[in-house]
């Protein structure tokens, strides 16, 4: 029957292994490493609630066993329920203080329940930052056997300093600590990407390619990866790709992002301006389209609507963070003291025209064409992994003899019924 158990275990049929360990603890009731067997195959079966249960028993027969007490609270963390996490982990660190891999659980419960806003300074993610320092020192006094044992957990703990280098955008302090993780956890695709995601913010964009993550797949790698574009003077890349994200998912960051690159680095107001309009008609509660917004007037001398925009800018962050926004206050005095200056009463309208009237100019990528089926005049373009339809009249008379698979073409998208479509199709050189 054990055999059968440890078999079924080995093949990872958590299920099978937990019916014949049952069997067996029922033949041998006061076997505590049967009770542990059964409750090891709940938690890796995710029945996480039968799981506590059983190390509940076993926390009432052996009260001062710190493992019993990890057990229960590994339940609850498993299952994102952190305050329940946290309290059995306390109870297995007052049984063992010394023991690793809980402290570093109950850093990562502790940041995890701290949430999202402001919490920098919330006492959760104050103590989480001390544990995790805690267990820097505890492994640099390690034997190589015990390190050799708890390297994977230690690769995680330095994963976690460095993002919270990354959350106080102190960069080098996050690099090494991302570094130290891949020595520990080669390959990791999460360590390489918040790796080059350091380096990049760190100014190193070429060295943040050699970090990013063999697998491209995920959407976050991807938009990284238009981000070390922009920042390397290959804007038209980092343009095709961010398209190709709102192909995927419309997200008022990724328009945020490609009005970004227009005004930053191809300077053009006019596609900047439309861009973040898109985002904030997709959130219009969010501070940082308003203000970036604010930066494009004032880049064109609509100076009011400069102002209108900081000021809802700072409202909104004031509203639903309860914060101040530093940034955006400081814009705001600069440039009510450029109105006083110039004595500016009115924006001009025709400047305001320009600058929404260029629609033509926005979501213009770059692809080739990858299908044409010229007896129906139709075909579709690749684009940074993505089909986009075109019909033949889309494209100006003169070049409609020259379209063929493989050659490059420039176009807008657009949206239609059936999805999205390209249109104002021209060739490239």
Known sequence: MLDKATELEKQLDWDGALIEYQKAAKLSPTDLKLLDKIGWCQSRACLYDDAIDTYKQLAIIEPQKAQWHYAIGYQYYM???WLDAIDWFRQALKLYPRYFKVKYRLAYALIRQSGALFRLTKPEFLEASKLL???????????????????PTFADIYFQK??????????????ECFKTALVLKPKSPDFQYQLAKALNADGQAAEAFKHLPTDNGKYYVRELIADIYACTGKEDNALNILHGELLRRKRDYIYRNIAEIYFEKKKDPSAAYNNIQKAISIKPQNHINHFFLAKIYDSVGLLLGAQKEADTAIELKKKIF??????????????????????????????????????????????????YKIEKGYGFIEMSGESVFFHITDIARKDQFSIRPGV???FRIEQATKGPIAKSISLTE
């Open 79 to 81: 299952q994102e329920k």
């Open 133 to 151: 320092d805690e267990c820097t020192r505890q492994w640099d006094a390690m034997s190589p056997v015990e390190k050799e044992k708890n390297k």
């Open 162 to 175: 460095g993002k919270i280098y990354t959350e106080k955008s102190e960069w080098p302090q996050a690099i």
């Open 322 to 371: 309860a914060a101040e926004y530093h940034e955006a206050q400081e814009f705001l005095n600069l440039l009510m003291k450029k109105i006083s200056d110039l004595n500016h009463q009115k924006d001009d309208e025709e400047i305001l025209q320009r600058l929404v009237g260029i629609n033509e100019n926005v979501s213009v990528v770059t692809g080739f064409v990858k299908a």
């Open 408 to 410: 490059k073409v420039m």
